[in-house]
């Protein structure tokens, strides 16, 4: 199961849900039919005379537990690769993974022990974005890129990689614009466009105030401040030295869920990998234009509070490991396979 990328590197999809895609509980009610239909495929695919020597799972827990589940009782062997959030929710799931997961492939620094003292198989390969930052442009290459002069105030705007994240982030993201610029009036507005969302649409939505690009890393690095909606996209922006705030927005009944159910202080990755609030954070009913343009400023004003998250994202980067993650992965499922 994969997408358009995955397909180009020699996948042969039975299926692709990248098009289902969704945030928050309620927000991913609509996508269970394609999800069923794609489970299907795959267990038929995983009891089939062609079954794989190994089950390699990415993330997405409440579907792909259920498919290690058929792949155990086919006798395939299962890696988990940037494994189930047990130290944020549902910790209860490590019993499932132990039972069902050969070896679990943990991409953060604290995962290991967690999962080591519930008696699961596991190895730290590292943060695979810091695969991902190879090749980014310098802020010079990302200014000139954009014909934007070194003198140029820059803020940036990643509103995230699904349409629904999109739809929630960009409209509090596009009145701040509005109201930085009252304070900078020649303050430049650039929003990274994802390949996952519709280009049109999400120019229409950000207005004449914002230049919509499609170079995530060049807008991390041309920006002076960015505001990013959690995910892996604030690790970017961290490793990268811009500094950050984060926004986040969900449908209230999905907000008063998670509230009930995580058992993190933070939102976003930087925070938590660092256990400490380097970076504002901005959840639903506080992700307006008021709140973002607020923390913005505040940066903006304040040299020594961007110096501060710079100095943090330096600690940052030496505890995520070291590149060439993927290969790292690679060579530990080929070796499953050879057992």
Not at 13 to 42: I, K, N, Q, W
Not at 221 to 249: F, N, Q
Not at 273 to 299: C, H, I, M, N, S
């Amino acid at each position: 199961m994969g997408g358009v990328r995955m397909t180009a590197e020699g996948l042969s999809a039975l299926a692709d849900v990248t098009s289902a895609a969704a945030v928050g509980y309620t927000e991913a009610l609509g996508r269970l039919p394609t999800m069923y239909r794609a489970f299907r495929r795959l267990s038929s695919g995983l009891r089939g005379p062609a079954r794989p020597d190994v089950l390699v799972l990415i993330d997405f827990p409440e579907f792909n537990l259920r498919l290690a589940r058929v792949a155990r009782r086919a006798g395939v062997p299962v890696v988990y690769y940037i494994p189930p959030q047990i130290w944020a929710w549902r910790s209860g799931r490590v019993k499932t993974i132990r039972r069902l997961v050969s070896v679990v492939l943990a991409i953060l620094p604290f995962e290991p022990e967690l999962y080591r003292q519930a008696g699961v198989p596991v190895e730290f390969v590292g943060h695979p974005v810091l695969d991902a930052l190879v090749g980014a442009p310098s802020r010079a290459e990302a200014r000139a890129r954009f014909d934007l002069d070194d003198g140029s105030l820059v803020i940036g705007f990643l509103p995230g990689s699904r349409a629904a994240e999109v739809e929630s982030n960009l409209p509090a993201m596009r009145d701040a614009a509005a109201r930085i610029a009252t304070v900078h009036p020649g303050a430049r507005f650039l929003l990274a466009l994802a390949p996952t969302v519709d280009a049109a649409a999400v120019t229409s939505a950000a207005g004449a105030g914002i230049r919509v690009v499609s170079n995530t890393h060049g807008v991390i690095r041309a920006a002076d401040v960015l505001v990013a909606a959690s995910g892996t996209v604030t690790l970017e922006a961290a490793l990268l030295g811009t500094p950050i705030v984060v926004c986040y927005r969900a449908s209230w009944v999905s907000e008063a869920i998670a509230r009930a159910v995580l058992r993190v202080p933070w939102i976003s990755l930087v925070n938590l990998v660092l256990g400490r609030e380097v970076v504002p954070e901005l959840y639903r009913k506080d992700t307006t234009a008021d709140g973002l343009a607020r923390e913005v400023l505040r940066l903006l004003g304040d040299p020594a509070a961007r110096a501060a998250q710079r100095s943090a994202f330096v600690e940052l980067k030496g505890l995520l490991g070291q590149p060439g993650v993927s290969e790292r992965v690679a060579r530990r499922v080929l070796d499953l396979t050879r057992q």
